[in-house]
T-cell receptor, first 112, second 111 residues
Framework: NAGVTQTPKFRILKIGQSMTLQCTQD?????MYWYRQDPGMGLKLIYY???????DKGEVPNGYNVSRSTTEDFPLRLELAAPSQTSVYFC???????????FGQGTRLTVV | QKEVEQNSGPLSVPEGAIASLNCTYS??????FFWYRQYSGKSPELIMF????GDKEDGRFTAQLNKASQYVSLLIRDSQPSDSATYLC???????????FGTGTRLQVFP
């Protein structure tokens, strides 16, 4: 059982480039989340989804976009990358709200 | 005011002592509270969750919830060096589907 899988694990982007962080889960969870974690800080919610076709903004959505076309996949799109987006990105999923969230391994992104 | 607040630490305790980690939350309607442990360079993993006022024990870990004071704590008894990690508190604000985390408290257990 793979759980939550994120790709890539590491990426270096140049300022202004775009990329998509992939997240897939095989637990048939309805809820999925994207967080970013800056050094020495907690997790900040970027976007979340309660099911296929439904997404909503979290605490820090600017500069990002998401889609949820299937239950399994929840990609995060970065448009026009900026140095401020250098961070570790975590995807997570849960059965419903108020239940345990399972995390992927994270993607370490550097924008130079 | 942040929705979930924690002291960033570090909290240093000797091996065998009780470590007490604290968290406050602003949304009085929050229903669920979680403690995650995160080792350096790794993903968070769930340690405890609590929904009701009072204490909940699981092995060396005890979660405490006081909804009147909007306060959640995690006690780690007989602390071990392997407990050294960052502990993240999380809650789900009322009428949202969000899961909001605090900044985490770094715990150091020294031999």
């Amino acid at each position: 059982n793979a759980g939550v899988t994120q790709t890539p694990k590491f990426r270096i982007l140049k300022i202004g480039q775009s990329m998509t962080l992939q997240c897939t889960q095989d637990m048939n969870h309805n809820y999925m989340y994207w967080y970013r974690q800056d050094p020495g800080m907690g997790l900040k919610l970027i976007y979340y989804s309660v099911g296929a076709g439904i997404t909503d903004k979290g605490e820090v959505p600017n500069g990002y976009n998401v889609s949820r076309s299937t239950t399994e996949d929840f990609p995060l799109r970065l448009e026009l990358a900026a140095p401020s987006q250098t961070s570790v990105y975590f995807c997570a999923s849960s059965t419903t709200g108020g239940t345990e969230a399972f995390f992927g391994q994270g993607t370490r992104l550097t924008v130079v | 005011q942040k929705e979930v607040e924690q002291n960033s630490g570090p909290l240093s305790v000797p091996e065998g002592a009780i470590a007490s980690l604290n968290c406050t939350y602003s949304d009085r309607g929050s229903q669920s509270f979680f403690w995650y442990r995160q080792y350096s360079g790794k993903s968070p993993e769930l340690i405890m969750f609590i929904y009701s006022n009072g204490d909940k024990e699981d092995g060396r870990f005890t979660a405490q919830l006081n909804k009147a004071s909007q306060y959640v704590s995690l006690l780690i008894r007989d602390s071990q060096p392997s407990d050294s990690a960052t502990y993240l508190c999380a809650s789900d604000p009322l009428n949202t589907d969000k899961l909001i985390f605090g900044t985490g408290t770094r715990l150091q257990v020294f031999p």
